[in-house]
């Protein structure tokens, strides 16, 4: 596909502001169906071809949510990129309003539009999984955070009899159930499905793999369509290490980067903890590697990335983990 123009758009909750790097004209619309389709007049305006066009955006959750969705019901493509992307790619900037930060956008994505690509819809199972997870995941935390209380509150003395801990025992007791009832809906959405049910089956048979991870790897990649190799979704987890030299003077060790999906690192990290507990051949290459003096941090994180190159293998492969199938790692 030839872009012909490249337009920046800047999403808040009520409003999306949009700059077209050519042309420089802007226009502000209503994050809304009607707001949309203002859109499209404002490009017959300007004479904008919305085959020919790139929409570029930062990754807003769901105050994108139906702006994407009308995009690709309307065939305009368009890609999401990191907000960190864009900030660094300024250098000094002064100033921020709505059509400025569009304006840059633009700016960046008429720089990088021979790297850009076109999101690519996703089922509507997909997108329903990725909403019941991250609503599980905020519960969890909630949870977790009225259970360091309640410790907090038994270091102090204060009983279970007391109303301050009745309370959060009570609530703790509802999260379980509502939790409970996210992963039922979770469990029947995949079931129903029989890519994902196959995905879902084949990544539990790595030990160290449970549902959760299982789970996430699936949103995270698409159901494994978004990442070309497991190289790049270790790069994106931020397990993949990166030398770290200049010259002469500057000689480190190869380091991952903190600019990473931190959920996927941790689930990663437990995977990998788990997995050296119950998987031989990993365990005894962890032994071996700690033995001889190696970081325990940096052999954990080779294990994390054995784990995904088997979770990526299982899928090509189309059948479960073999664990005497040494080639799988």
């Known amino acids: 596909m030839k872009v012909q123009h490249i337009i920046g758009a800047d999403l808040s909750k009520k409003s999306i502001d949009l700059v077209c790097h050519l042309l420089k004209s802007h226009v502000q619309i209503q994050n809304t169906v009607t707001g949309f389709k203002d859109l499209i007049q404002w490009m017959r305006q300007q004479k904008i071809n919305p085959s020919k066009i790139m929409i570029v955006m930062e990754h807003t959750g769901l105050y994108s949510y139906c702006f994407e969705h009308f995009l690709h019901e309307h065939q305009i493509p368009f890609c999401k990129v990191n907000a960190l992307a864009i900030k660094r790619s300024m250098g000094l900037v002064r100033g921020k309003t709505d059509k400025l930060d569009a304006v840059r956008i633009a700016a960046y994505g008429y720089e990088k539009k021979d790297n850009l690509a076109v999101d690519v819809p996703t089922s509507d199972a997909l997108k329903r999984l990725k909403m019941l997870h991250s609503t599980r995941d905020r519960l969890v935390k909630q949870r977790a955070s009225l259970a360091c209380a309640i410790k907090e509150y038994r270091h102090i003395g204060i009983t279970e009899k007391d109303v301050i801990m009745q309370t959060q025992l009570q609530l703790i007791k509802n999260f379980d159930r509502q939790i409970e009832k996210l992963m039922t809906e979770i469990e029947i959405i995949i079931n129903e499905q029989e890519p994902l049910k196959q995905s879902f089956y084949l990544l539990q048979s790595i030990k160290g793999v449970g549902k959760i991870l299982a789970l996430t790897a699936i949103i995270k990649t698409s ?107």
């Not at 190869?254 to 996927?264: E, F």
């Not at 080779?302 to 990526?312: E, H, P, S």
């Open 223 to 329: 159901n494994f369509a978004r990442f070309a190799n497991a190289r790049k979704f270790a790069c994106y987890c931020g397990t993949a290490p990166f030398e770290h030299s200049s010259g002469t003077s500057i000689r480190k060790k190869s380091r991952v980067s903190h600019l990473a999906d931190k959920q996927m690192k941790t689930l990663l990290d437990l995977s990998a903890k788990s997995a050296i507990q119950y998987d031989k051949e990993l365990r005894e290459y962890y032994l071996r590697r700690t033995n001889d003096g190696k970081s325990k941090m940096s052999t954990i994180n080779i294990v994390r990335n054995k784990i995904l190159y088997r979770m990526f293998a299982v899928i090509k492969r189309q059948t479960p983990f073999v664990e005497s199938y040494l080639q799988a790692a």
